[in-house]
């Protein structure tokens, strides 16, 4: 078996992606291009197996001009989830016409495609995916010879040979398809989903937030320090195959979302702090309207991605609360907190961390023993999680002051 990711639905995902990064750096024109959307992507590239010379009449007729869309949605959905295979009537014709001359159709039509479409980005995140990938019926699927040659497009920067190359084999060659059906019907919603997130590695095998919390009696604030590490295939597990990291913060206060700073941004043992932007933003309809929008662009691709995030806010007293959830399924879940005590009169020792995980699994996972919540340790708090957690779970930490120091704490 493949990875799951060497597929159409994959292939279409990640044009998408990229295209939408050259747009965001404004590298391409919204108003003239034509692979803005899932929709528009598959139809062009449907146009280009109409143009291959000895297909049927029905693939022609229906697809030659892209501008119609004739493949539209709910079907675009199927194939990018993985739920259904391409048109097997379409993958049959293509099977009967020689592979050379399809490809190199395919290439023919890549070749004219508009100036400013990030081939280059396309072929770069094909290269990375193929190259990780884990092989098992290696005579059933050809994946070695399809190896060879798409890394020999690649030294010879064969761009359009390469992406025509791929498309085939992804169209042709092995299915879309990723679960099967019968199967699948038999688990419930959030157990599908989680197994569809870790069969395309959109998860984490780690992570880790830990929160190292400093009291400013005087100016009644706690200054808290966050040190986030996670270990995962792609920057953000439930975008695969950006090269783009964004994330929004949320706080109740205009005050709080300005003290808000990161400190330090590490991929792969780089820092990339230098390039860090942090934008404000307002959402009125949300509670805590005041957001501070984390981003970070261009980063190198690699087969897999250790990143550390730190960075620093100011809170008010007496109750600081931090809530996180999951965006996709993690391995292993970890939060941590520790307060520093810092003062003369031992006034942080007069407070306490309290939290859990959220989850509907969580007297069956402790009953278990795979959650372990560590309180003993002075001023430390910690809870670990040693199952899969899927998306949407999450934990929400409190400081608060302890049992019969609250007087003390808000005088």
Not at 31 to 42: A, M, P, Q, S, V
Not at 186 to 199: E, Q, R, V
Not at 267 to 281: A, H, L, Q, S
Not at 286 to 303: E, V, W
């Amino acid at each position: 078996m493949l990875d799951k990711n060497i597929r159409l639905g994959s292939f279409i995902r990640i044009v998408h992606e990229t295209v939408l990064e050259a747009n965001e750096e404004s590298l391409i024109s919204k108003d003239n291009f034509t692979w803005t959307t899932k929709k528009k992507i598959i139809n062009m590239l449907l146009s280009y197996v109409a143009a291959v010379e000895g297909i049927d009449d029905l693939t022609l007729n229906l697809y030659a001009n892209p501008e119609l869309e004739n493949y539209s949605y709910p079907e675009i959905s199927y194939i990018v989830s993985g739920e259904r295979n391409f048109d097997s009537s379409i993958v049959r014709n293509l099977k009967k016409i020689n592979s050379e001359t399809v490809i190199n159709s395919f290439k023919e039509n890549l070749s004219r495609v508009e100036k400013g479409f990030p081939k280059e980005k396309v072929v770069n995140k094909i290269h990375i995916l193929v190259n990780k990938s884990i092989l098992i019926e290696s005579k059933k699927y050809k994946f070695k010879s399809i190896l060879k040659r798409l890394n020999e497009c690649k030294e010879n920067n064969f761009i359009d040979l390469y992406i025509a190359t791929y498309f085939y084999y992804v169209l042709v060659v092995v299915p879309n398809k990723l679960v099967d059906q019968s199967a699948a019907e038999k688990l419930n919603y959030m157990t599908l989903k989680m197994k569809k997130c870790i069969d395309s590695d959109e998860f984490y095998e780690s992570h880790h937030r830990h929160h190292d919390v400093y009291f400013d009696k005087e100016n009644r604030r706690i200054r808290v320090k966050r040190t986030e590490s996670f270990v995962s295939y792609f920057l953000i597990p439930g975008s695969p195959y950006s090269t783009s990291f964004h994330r929004a913060i949320s706080f109740l206060t205009q005050e709080g979302r300005d003290r808000f700073k990161v400190l330090q941004f590490i991929i792969n043992g780089i820092d990339y702090m230098e390039n860090v932007k942090i934008t404000p933003e307002e959402v009125i309809t949300d509670r805590l309207k005041y957001k501070a929008k984390i981003s970070l662009k261009d980063i190198p691709l690699a087969y897999k991605y250790d990143v550390k995030i730190v960075s620093e806010s100011v809170e008010e007293f007496p109750i600081y609360e931090l809530k996180f959830t999951l965006v996709s399924p993690s391995k292993h879940l970890k939060v941590s907190a520790t307060i520093h005590s810092d003062d003369k009169d031992d006034f942080s020792n007069k407070w306490k961390v309290v939290g859990n995980f959220f989850t509907p699994f969580l007297k069956e996972l402790i009953k278990k023993g795979d959650i372990k919540n560590i309180v003993e340790i002075p001023n430390h708090y910690s809870l670990e999680c040693f199952e899969w957690l899927p998306a949407g779970v999450g934990y929400h930490l409190r400081v608060r002051p302890k049992d019969g120091f609250w007087e003390d704490c808000l005088r």
